[in-house]
């Protein structure tokens, strides 16, 4: 008898933390469905990569904004993969212009909370209903939710960025407290510094301060660093735990003097 495949969809998966998340689960062994917001000719790059890894791999474009899509979406994954057993919510958006928080727009606020914490919660729901309606096979079944070490520290240029983090942190702990009796673990892990097309305007500036002692390792983190921590969290390999917040960021927020 075949033993059952995990089977994770990951969020933005079709460059940066994202697609380094998507390959190290493809090295544990799960299925991926590789996520962006257009079937573009990255995101089929994303797939072919997956797939060279030796594990089953499918597009699956579609707008997390999008709330009514959702269920579909999770619907055309399963029929393609099999049973969905893990999310990684990773898709993520910056702010329209860093600046002075007393300047910051309302759609870059609506923009933040649309997609880093609105479309987190809606899609983790119907991830979470679809796992409760059915008999799951005896895997570890997670949902791992990207938000950033701005959950935790302000940053006056990025108002509503920190904002958005901050609520997709609590949502993390909601769910955790709503599916642990359903034996579904969630995790919200923050990343730090990390080397992407999403902060390489700033990176260099970054990377000097972590050498000068901002972090407590003196550089800064890669996407496969994030990739290996929650390919472990989404493998179980941290047995009986939930509602962690994990700070992947070389100890950039502990507490010194």
């Known amino acids: 008898m075949s033993v059952a495949r995990p089977v ?14 998507a390959q190290a689960l493809a090295r544990e ?14 995101l089929s790059a994303a797939v072919a990569h997956i797939t ?13 904004t999008a709330i009514g899509e959702h269920d579909a979406a999770l619907e055309r994954i399963e029929q393609k993969l099999g049973p ?3 999310l990684v919510n990773n898709a993520g958006v910056g702010v329209l212009r860093r600046g002075d928080l007393l300047e910051v727009s309302e759609e870059s606020w609506d923009r933040c909370l649309s997609v880093n914490a609105k479309a987190l919660f809606f899609l983790s729901q119907a991830f979470a209903r679809r796992l409760l309606s059915r008999k799951r096979p005896p895997l570890f079944h997670s949902i791992v939710n990207v938000t950033s070490s701005n959950a935790v520290a302000a940053a006056e240029h990025r108002a509503e960025y920190c904002a958005s983090k901050a609520a997709a942190s ?20 923050q990343p730090g510094l990390i080397a ?4 390489a305007p700033v990176i260099d500036s970054y990377r000097e301060r972590a050498e ?13 660093d994030i990739g290996t921590l929650i390919a472990s969290l989404a493998s179980g390999r941290l ?3 939930t509602g962690l917040a994990i700070p992947a960021d070389a100890g950039m927020l502990v507490p010194r003097f």
């Not at 890894?53 to 579609?62: E, N, Q, R, S, Y």
């Not at 609590?170 to 892990?189: F, N, P, Q």
């Open 8 to 21: 994770a969809l990951v969020t933005g998966s079709s460059r940066g933390i994202g697609f380094a998340v």
């Open 29 to 42: 062994g799960f299925a991926v469905a590789v996520n962006g917001p257009a079937d573009d000719a990255e």
């Open 52 to 64: 060279a890894l030796g594990v089953p791999a499918v597009a699956a474009p579609f707008d997390v």
């Open 84 to 86: 969905l057993t893990t």
């Open 170 to 189: 609590m949502v993390s702990k909601t769910l955790a407290v709503r599916l642990g009796r359903e034996e579904i673990a969630v995790y919200d892990v």
């Open 196 to 199: 992407t097309e999403m902060t």
């Open 212 to 224: 000068q002692g901002l972090t407590l390792f003196p550089r800064v983190g890669q996407p496969d």
């Open 239 to 241: 047995p009986y735990t």
